[in-house]
């Protein structure tokens, strides 16, 4: 098996002669590679992709589509994928030129394991790092964009924003479920933002909110004289986002003499304004938001439970923040970075002490209530009251309070991360700041999964 330095990577290897695939096939294998051995280039492109992770091992004398044709054809679904060609005594001009025209490397027969190995090991390393580098270009892109941002870096967030994208490409209806505060709102119009949609309207209403009298008609609209008072034709929010995105927060609090009205629109995509006989076809996409679980008020006969299989074509969980403690800091660095751009203040360096509180709260109201004290801390400065300070401590997920190396690890990590931010991932300064030897604080970022280069911007 590998040294476990490089992850385990699938490669595809074709050669006519049989002896030649087993040999290299069982080489590859022992050493932890997935192989899958074929006689021909039939087939091998079907098997690619732009984000595909392995390496082809081909040889250049085939019948049929031989290795260099196959070379050719694989660069038109990635130019950057690694092409290894197994070559003959006589074909090494020829190799030569693959080279040039962007073949990995070569290999001339006959030839040993152990250079086969260090290949194909330095092709697939060459294969994760331009991955990898893909990857985070598009992560600086989207960050970068304009619109919502979803800061974070834990991985439940890293999955969200993965999930948000992929679904954001398609026309499906989404069901957002999450606590008061966690960011329902935001995750709605990141996904039309980075939607085919983003150009036309995104909607948003709170079906708490409105009156329960006053509702359909905000949905549907209504023609002059639908009933009293309605002295012109309205223009209903179904209407209004016709071609984007309507958002329905708080859609646990719709009626129940409405719900049916909705799934209708749902399945029909149509809808008539009130003192209307007349269809108007929608192309919408529909993302409802809710705090509490439809499935059990569907159960309770609080919520139709057609409607919520309906909704429920895609569903997000977006998690609470004291799910995503180590995501603390950074988001209360970004609000207090734009409440001190609205607000026209100099931000007071927190203290250690207060950042620690602000890892060990609880949070009940979620990031929307540590935006509220970024604010507060932003316009009082050190006069801000952390009014949770002596509230007592739970635990993520069973209620038993925080053990006592579990906080002080808590509290170490944050001291570290603080200071990498402060002297912009300088380690020099990091470690004289901290008292620590370099290897000790080497080791403390491995533990916690600190990285200067996340610092340095």
């Keep these: 098996m590998n040294s476990g330095e490089s992850p385990v990577a699938p490669i595809l290897l074709v050669d006519d002669e049989k002896h030649i695939r087993l040999a290299a096939g069982q080489t590859l294998e022992l050493e932890g590679y ?78 040993a394991s152990d250079f086969l190995l260090d290949t194909v090991r330095r092709a697939v390393d060459k294969r994760r790092l331009t991955l990898e580098n893909r990857r985070l270009r598009q992560e600086l892109e989207i960050q970068n964009a304009a619109g919502p941002r979803m800061v974070g870096k834990d991985p439940k967030i890293v999955a969200l924003r993965q999930l948000c994208r992929t679904v954001a490409e398609t026309p499906a209806d989404i069901l957002i479920l999450a606590e008061t505060g966690s960011g329902k709102d935001l995750v709605a119009r990141y996904i039309h933002e980075r939607s085919p949609r983003r150009s036309k309207n995104f909607v948003a209403i709170n ?71 007349q269809l108007i076809p929608l192309d919408i996409r529909v993302i409802a938001a809710a705090k509490i679980d439809l499935k059990r008020l569907a159960e309770e006969g609080k919520f139709r439970e057609d409607l919520y299989y309906r909704l429920n074509v895609v569903r997000i969980d977006i998690p609470p923040l004291r799910e995503r403690r180590d995501d603390i800091p950074l988001l209360f660095q970004h609000f207090i970075l734009v409440a001190s751009a ?7 360096e927190l203290s250690a002490e207060r950042m620690h509180s602000l890892l060990m709260h609880d949070w009940p109201g979620n990031v929307r209530e540590l935006r509220n004290l970024a604010e507060r ?51 020099k300064d990091t470690l004289h700041a901290l008292g620590l030897p370099r290897k000790t604080l080497y080791d403390k970022m491995k533990k916690y999964g600190l990285e200067k280069e996340d610092y340095k911007a």
Excluded at 95 to 107: C, H, K, L, M, N
Excluded at 208 to 217: D, F, R, T, Y
Excluded at 411 to 418: A, D, G, K, Q, S
Aim: proline share 5%.
């Design 342 to 348: 609205l607000y026209g203040r100099e931000v007071v």
């Design 34 to 111: 997935e192989v899958d051995a074929l006689p021909s280039a039939e087939g091998v492109l079907e098997k690619l992709d732009p984000d595909w992770p392995g390496v082809i091992v081909t040889d250049i004398n085939m019948p049929g589509m031989d290795g260099l044709e196959l070379m050719r054809q694989i660069q038109a679904v990635d130019a950057e994928l690694p092409v290894i060609l197994i070559t003959g005594h006589g074909d090494i001009s020829m190799a030569v030129s693959a080279i040039r025209e962007g073949a990995y490397d070569f290999i001339e027969k006959p030839f």
């Design 207 to 277: 079906c708490g909110a409105v009156p329960e009298n006053l509702i359909e008609s905000e949905l549907f609209g209504h023609e002059a004289g639908a009933f009293t008072g309605a002295k012109a034709r309205r223009i209903g929010k179904f209407e209004h986002a016709n071609g984007g995105t309507l958002f329905l927060d708080e859609i646990e609090s719709m009626p129940m003499s409405l719900q049916i009205k909705l799934l209708r629109v749902l399945e029909e995509r149509a809808i008539e304004r009130l003192g209307s006989n």
């Design 377 to 427: 801390y932003v316009l009082l400065g050190e006069s801000c009251t952390f009014d949770f300070d002596n509230r007592p401590i739970t635990d993520d997920t069973n209620g038993n309070g925080l053990t006592l190396p579990e906080q002080v690890e808590r509290f170490e990590r944050m001291l570290i991360h603080t200071e990498l931010s402060k002297h912009g991932g300088s380690i």
